[in-house]
């Protein structure tokens, strides 16, 4: 059994660039959740996407946008990047969006504007 | 909105003591799941146990075992044994039933000295 993969590990940009994540669920899982970890803190929730659709979004503004493919991996992409968008950024994939399964993370992409 | 304060940014403990870290929640829901997930520097964040509102009983896995005191909203983590590879970030965290969001405290860095 595959555990959940992120791509790039580290990734250096500046401000005002485009990035992109990406994230291969847990083999069996379809639904896949991204989080923003800055430094010191706990992970906030960006959204999740469920059968390639958005199922749910944090409090981001539309510059964090994401898809989900049919094989259920999934990319999270940032316009527009701000110095405050640095952070570790985690996916965890899960099945089913009721809330009560574990979600499994992956090793996350850390993320530094310059 | 659903809340988790975790007070204590930081505790020691020697090897085979156990040692206690506190979380405290808040939330108008009846249905929701709460956890304890931990972070090594590797930054993988693994899910250390797992809790149903519903269920009265406190769960356990080996080492680890939870206080969960509904009424008052607390969530305590308990290690006991405590060995140097539990030195980590531990985080805990909230879903409510049907949710897609996980809510995460700020954390708490356990540090385990031989």
């Known amino acids: 059994e595959t555990g959940v993969t992120q791509s790039p590990t580290h990734l250096i940009k500046t401000r005002g660039q485009q990035v992109t994540l990406r994230c291969s669920s847990q083999s069996g899982h379809n639904t896949v959740s991204w989080y923003q970890q800055a430094l010191g803190q706990g992970p906030q929730f960006i959204f999740q996407?469920?059968?390639?659709?958005?199922?749910g979004r944090g409090n981001f503004p539309p510059r964090f946008s994401g898809l989900q493919f049919p094989n259920y991996s999934s990319e999270l992409n940032v316009n527009a990047l701000e110095l405050d968008d640095s952070a570790l950024y985690l996916c965890?994939?899960?099945?089913?969006?009721?809330?009560?399964?574990?979600?499994?993370f992956g090793p996350g992409t850390r993320l530094t504007v310059l | 909105a659903q809340t988790v304060t975790q007070s204590q940014p930081e505790m020691s403990v020697q090897e085979a003591e156990t040692v206690t870290l506190s979380c405290t929640y808040d939330?108008?829901?009846?249905?929701?799941?709460l956890f304890w997930y931990k972070q090594p520097p590797s930054r993988q964040m693994i899910l250390v146990i797992r809790?149903?509102?519903?269920?009265?009983q406190n769960a356990t896995e080996n080492r680890f075992s939870v206080n969960f005191q509904k009424a008052a909203k607390s969530f305590s983590l308990k290690i006991s044994d405590s060995q140097l590879g539990d030195t980590a970030m531990y985080f805990c965290?909230?879903?409510?039933?049907?949710?897609?969001?996980?809510?995460f405290g700020k954390g708490m860095k356990l540090t385990v000295n031989p």
């Open positions: 965290a909230f879903i409510r039933g049907g949710s897609e969001k996980l809510v």
């Open positions: 965890a994939s899960s099945y089913g969006t009721s809330g009560a399964g574990e979600q499994f």
């Open positions: 939330t108008s829901e009846n249905n929701y799941y």
């Open positions: 996407y469920y059968r390639e659709e958005e199922n």
């Open positions: 809790q149903e509102a519903y269920k009265q």
